[in-house]
């Protein structure tokens, strides 16, 4: 009979009663490390792309003169 185990359940299940040792401590947390970097990474570049894409838009931007008040008729 062939049996196949779900080896990390398994390996959860015993881990429940262990406190988390050092080496594992470190790893979780230069993954969270890593994890909040590329969230920064990832916001900084949201922010420059957002602040390019409104510096184009200004460029484009219709400034009132007296000929378009005229034109409009206002």
Known sequence: MLT???????????????????????????????????IEKRAARNQKMKAAFVAVLHLFKIKRTENLESIYGR
Do not use: G, S, V, W
């Open 4 to 38: 196949t185990y779900d080896y990390i359940a398994m390996n959860n299940l015993h881990q429940k009663n262990f406190p988390e040792t050092e080496h594992e401590y470190f790893m979780r947390m230069m993954r969270e490390l890593k994890e909040t970097r590329a």
